[in-house]
């Protein structure tokens, strides 16, 4: 399954595909891949800032991750973005992982519990879509019920009253979502780097600016604990080489609603892994959320899936 996702990320990201609009088994993948990864993101950032803070941290994260998918890239025969690509995908790269993850560490290391973060960024979808009507695309009926049940289970799971956070924490979750979900809309109307070089430019400028905040936050940087590097490792390797470029793939060839989807699955993922490995609490309610949360996800994913149909169908025509 590993090496499957890890195709998705340094090959079918490479525009391989020649129609990006029809169903490609790739697709499958890469909503895999960041459902379950970036669902497990969350413990690993906690993890890493136990002994690292949180811009430097996070600044090494994307120097590694940029680098490894570079070189990937041009082995691959990508060609460098031309100028005009590169300044887009690094400013949606400042939007997505600056002031996006960026906000979220910060969150974190206010104290915020991982479920909190991951059920707040649940709002992603509809953001986004709302983000995309004001350019006329406007979802489906079915995406707007799917996304309305979504929302409805991650309620029943944020009612959880064992997930703790601070008001500038949760602000600050708030002010993430803003950021993501607007990178995520603008990054398809304009004109962006070829399949992974996207991704490689936007990590690049994510890490110049991390570090740059490091030095002006003036962070005490030591050596990490053994458990912090190997939470730093994960977040290179599968956080970033593997589920964010799976990201940027779907986002520039599936629509909105299925791209975003993983913002109902990741609370799930995200509360199941810090009840087991961060002693943060477990209730019923996601016993009672996770149904809830998984039919709508199932909604979202057949109308996109239609969609697609409907698309390639035209384009046929």
């Given at each position: 399954?590993?090496?499957?996702i890890?195709?998705?990320?340094?090959?079918?990201?490479?525009?391989?595909?020649?129609h990006?609009?029809?169903?490609?088994?790739a697709?499958?993948l890469?909503?895999?891949?960041?459902?379950?990864?970036?669902?497990?993101?969350?413990?690993?950032i906690?993890?890493g800032?136990?002994t690292?803070?949180?811009?430097?941290?996070?600044?090494?994260?994307?120097?590694?991750?940029?680098?490894i998918?570079?070189?990937?890239?041009?082995?691959?025969?990508?060609?460098?973005?031309?100028?005009r690509?590169?300044?887009?995908?690094?400013?949606?790269g400042?939007l997505?992982?600056?002031?996006?993850l960026?906000m979220?560490?910060l969150?974190e290391?206010r104290?915020v519990?991982?479920?909190?973060?991951?059920?707040?960024?649940?709002?992603?979808?509809?953001?986004?879509?709302l983000?995309?009507?004001l350019?006329?695309?406007?979802?489906?009926?079915?995406?707007?019920?799917?996304?309305?049940v979504?929302?409805?289970?991650?309620?029943?799971?944020?009612?959880?009253?064992?997930?703790?956070?601070?008001?500038?924490?949760i602000?600050?979750?708030?002010?993430?979502?803003?950021c993501w979900?607007?990178?995520?809309?603008?990054?398809r109307?304009?004109?962006?780097?070829a399949g992974?070089?996207?991704?490689?430019?936007?990590?690049?400028?994510?890490?110049?600016?991390?570090m740059?905040?490091?030095?002006l936050?003036?962070?005490?940087?030591?050596?990490?604990?053994?458990?912090s590097?190997?939470a730093?490792?994960?977040?290179?390797?599968?956080?970033?080489?593997?589920?964010?470029?799976?990201?940027?793939?779907?986002?520039?060839?599936?629509r909105?609603?299925?791209?975003?989807?993983?913002?109902?699955?990741?609370?799930?993922?995200?509360?199941?892994l810090g009840?087991?490995?961060?002693?943060?609490?477990?209730?019923v309610?996601?016993l009672v959320?996770?149904?809830?949360?998984?039919a709508?996800v199932a909604l979202?994913?057949?109308?996109?899936r239609?969609?697609?149909?409907?698309?390639a169908a035209?384009?046929?025509?």
């Amino acid at each position: 399954m590993t090496q499957s996702i890890a195709t998705i990320s340094t090959g079918a990201a490479l525009d391989l595909d020649p129609h990006p609009h029809r169903a490609s088994p790739a697709v499958p993948l890469a909503v895999a891949a960041v459902w379950v990864i970036w669902g497990s993101t969350y413990l690993g950032i906690k993890i890493g800032l136990e002994t690292m803070p949180p811009f430097f941290m996070q600044g090494c994260r994307f120097v590694l991750a940029s680098t490894i998918l570079f070189a990937v890239a041009r082995r691959r025969g990508v060609p460098m973005p031309t100028r005009r690509q590169t300044r887009n995908a690094s400013a949606i790269g400042l939007l997505l992982l600056i002031g996006g993850l960026g906000m979220v560490t910060l969150a974190e290391d206010r104290g915020v519990d991982t479920g909190l973060i991951a059920t707040l960024i649940a709002i992603q979808p509809i953001l986004m879509s709302l983000w995309g009507g004001l350019w006329g695309s406007w979802p489906g009926r079915k995406e707007w019920i799917g996304m309305g049940v979504g929302l409805l289970g991650v309620g029943v799971l944020m009612a959880d009253g064992g997930l703790a956070g601070t008001t500038s924490g949760i602000a600050l979750v708030l002010v993430a979502c803003v950021c993501w979900s607007f990178g995520s809309a603008l990054s398809r109307r304009i004109d962006m780097p070829a399949g992974a070089m996207a991704s490689v430019c936007e990590m690049a400028a994510a890490a110049v600016a991390f570090m740059l905040l490091s030095l002006l936050r003036q962070e005490h940087v030591e050596m990490p604990s053994l458990r912090s590097g190997l939470a730093l490792a994960y977040l290179v390797v599968f956080g970033s080489v593997i589920a964010f470029s799976a990201f940027t793939y779907l986002i520039g060839n599936v629509r909105p609603a299925l791209a975003m989807s993983y913002a109902y699955v990741n609370p799930v993922i995200a509360v199941i892994l810090g009840t087991l490995f961060n002693d943060e609490e477990l209730s019923v309610n996601l016993l009672v959320a996770l149904p809830i949360i998984l039919a709508g996800v199932a909604l979202v994913t057949t109308a996109a899936r239609r969609a697609t149909a409907v698309a390639a169908a035209v384009q046929d025509c």
